[in-house]
């Protein structure tokens, strides 16, 4: 059974980092991009960043880049980002998604983890 797992969320201080992880199951990350996405509330889903290892693909949004990284581990099964000079604008619920190609749609993204939330305030 295809899962995504997020995890590494948490309540940190403007200026600080945090590292999320996404872990997946019953595929690899030679044949699906991973994207990252996030939803604060009343807000749409937007997309953040995504990695095609396969495409040597890594694109980010425009409103973190420079800030964020996103990485990808084949032996661990697992895609990363790093979230540094965090800002109260990045507060929301953080998603990972996987598809054959990158996007930054959310509906172009059929396989979602069930999201983990990040708080930035101090």
């Known amino acids: 059974q295809v899962q995504l797992v997020e995890s590494g969320g948490g309540l940190v201080q403007p200026g600080g980092s945090l590292r999320l992880s996404c872990a997946v199951s019953a595929f690899t990350l030679d044949y699906y991009a991973i994207g990252w996405f996030r939803q604060a509330p009343g807000k749409e889903r937007e997309g953040v960043s995504c990695?095609?290892?396969?495409?040597?693909?890594?694109s980010y949004a425009d409103s973190v880049k420079g800030r964020f990284t996103v990485s990808g581990d084949n032996a661990k099964n697992t895609v990363y980002l790093q979230m540094n000079s965090l800002k109260p604008e990045d507060t929301a619920v953080y998603y990972c998604?996987?598809?054959?190609?990158?996007?930054?749609?959310?509906?172009?993204?059929?396989?979602w983890g069930t999201g983990t939330q990040v708080t930035v305030s101090s």
């Open positions: 998604a996987a598809d054959p190609f990158c996007s930054f749609s959310p509906r172009a993204f059929k396989l």
């Open positions: 990695i095609s290892i396969v495409d040597g693909i890594i």
